[in-house]
């Protein structure tokens, strides 16, 4: 079983910058890809960004592309994303997802494991 708990979400003005953290327990969390979503109110869950279990492949939406960053640091059991250039529709619940399969997943349905969600909010 995996535990992950988000956070770093809040209120920002639009071009402004944060950065999410997800802590994960467990002593596999190297083992396994994982992800960022969001999901904003009357929207379904899509696919923010995807790390592997090495750190060395990553994936981004076409609209984030430039903007975030995914990372990992499986010393700490933690990934991180870090968002620049914020903008209004970028606000929504961000979840951290586990894949226990250790390659990138893009799809909902590929993750095993989800957090509670942090919310980001930004202001035009």
């Known amino acids: 079983q995996v535990q992950l708990v988000e956070s770093g979400g809040g209120l920002v003005q639009a071009g402004g910058s944060l950065r999410l953290s997800c802590a994960a327990s467990g002593r596999t969390f190297s083992n396994y890809a994982m992800g960022w979503f969001r999901q904003a109110p009357g929207k379904e869950r899509e696919f923010v960004a995807t790390i592997d279990w090495s750190g060395t492949n990553t994936y981004y939406t076409d609209s984030v592309k430039g903007r975030f960053t995914i990372s990992r640091d499986n010393a700490k059991n933690t990934v991180y994303l870090q968002m620049n250039s914020l903008k209004p529709e970028d606000t929504a619940v961000y979840y951290c997802?586990?894949?226990?399969?250790?390659?990138?997943?893009?799809?909902?349905?590929?993750?095993?494991?989800w957090g509670q969600g942090t919310q980001v909010t930004v202001s035009s």
């Open positions: 997802a586990a894949r226990t399969w250790g390659t990138a997943g893009t799809q909902v349905r590929e993750y095993d494991y």
